[in-house]
């Protein structure tokens, strides 16, 4: 039998799961194997009521604990699909300045510096707007002033 390019395009694709490495089938775009990802979704369970039940816990025991990589707890932690209490010591490096920080990339501090960039390039823009009324309300002020 020959294999047409139709053919070819409604074949489901074999990929290899990006977690165990194994060959799965598949036509979305989904990157780790079904096996992989029940077993992810059952391990974020675990970690989750993990979690609740110990606040004070550390990366580490929570790791130690559940059985699950330090790295994939990270990884929920940034997707903000996990987070610690704030009692809790436990914490991730801020992506910008490295303090601590209880979920997400960036601390609250460096959170608002990111903000007020983005803000002050915005200020920045509207003075440009602003300047040629400025020079022209100054020189009327002038021409008044002379005439007094
Ligand atoms: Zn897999
Ligand atoms: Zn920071």
């Not at 694709?13 to 598949?26: D, W």
């Not at 436990?90 to 608002?112: D, E, N």
């Not at 400025?134 to 002020?141: A, D, F, I, W, Y």
């Amino acid at each position: 039998m020959e294999w047409s390019d139709q053919m070819l395009k409604d074949l489901v694709q074999v990929k290899a799961c990006v977690r165990c490495k194994g060959l799965f089938e598949t036509t979305g775009e989904r990157e780790v194997c079904s096996r992989c990802y029940e077993l992810i979704e059952k391990q974020f369970k675990v970690v989750r009521r993990f979690v609740r039940e110990h606040e004070m816990a550390g990366i580490e025991e929570v790791s130690e604990k559940c059985g699950i990589a330090i790295k994939q707890i990270l990884e929920w932690i940034r997707e903000e699909k996990l987070s610690f209490s704030k009692e809790s010591k436990v914490g991730i490096p801020c992506l910008a300045c490295g303090i601590s920080i209880p979920i997400g990339k960036y601390c609250v501090s460096c959170q608002t510096k990111l903000s007020k960039n983005l803000h002050s390039v915005y200020v920045k823009k509207e003075e440009d707007i602003k300047q040629p009324t400025l020079v022209s309300n100054g020189s009327r002020m002038h021409f008044l002033g002379h005439t007094r």
